[in-house]
């Protein structure tokens, strides 16, 4: 059975940093197009940062370029969100997604609902 779990989420003093992790089972993500999303409440969904299946290619939304970073480990089991410079703009439910489609990185981010496997979310929340 595929499964993902976020961890890491937390409360953070705005300039900080957390780590965000999604682990998981049942699969890697060798052949996966994978992401991280927020929701913040009432707001929409936002693809915060997502990698392509088919060549490895990484988005980032415009509020997040240049301060996070994904990644995965060697095993393509576990995927990273490192958050660094974190605003309390950046206060929101994040959620790791993973799928087989072969959209290009950007489409995944801005069309969350080709994700099929979604992990519970972790909570974010930066303070001014």
């Known amino acids: 059975e595929v499964q993902l779990q976020a961890s890491g989420g937390g409360l953070v003093q705005g300039g900080g940093s957390l780590r965000l992790s999604c682990a998981a089972s049942?699969?890697?993500?060798?052949?996966?197009?994978i992401g991280w999303f927020r929701q913040a409440p009432g707001k929409e969904r936002e693809g915060v940062s997502c990698?392509?299946?088919?060549?490895?290619?990484?988005y980032y939304a415009d509020s997040v370029k240049g301060r996070f970073t994904i990644s995965s480990d060697n095993a393509k089991t576990t995927m990273y969100l490192q958050m660094n410079s974190l605003k309390p703009e950046d206060t929101a439910v994040y959620y790791c997604?993973?799928?087989?489609?072969?959209?290009?990185?950007?489409?995944?981010?801005?069309?969350?609902?080709?994700?099929?496997?979604w992990g519970k979310g972790t909570q974010v929340t930066v303070s001014s």
């Open positions: 990698i392509s299946s088919s060549d490895r290619s990484t």
């Open positions: 049942g699969f890697s993500f060798d052949d996966y197009a």
């Open positions: 997604a993973a799928d087989l489609n072969l959209y290009g990185s950007e489409y995944v981010c801005q069309n969350g609902n080709v994700m099929d496997y």
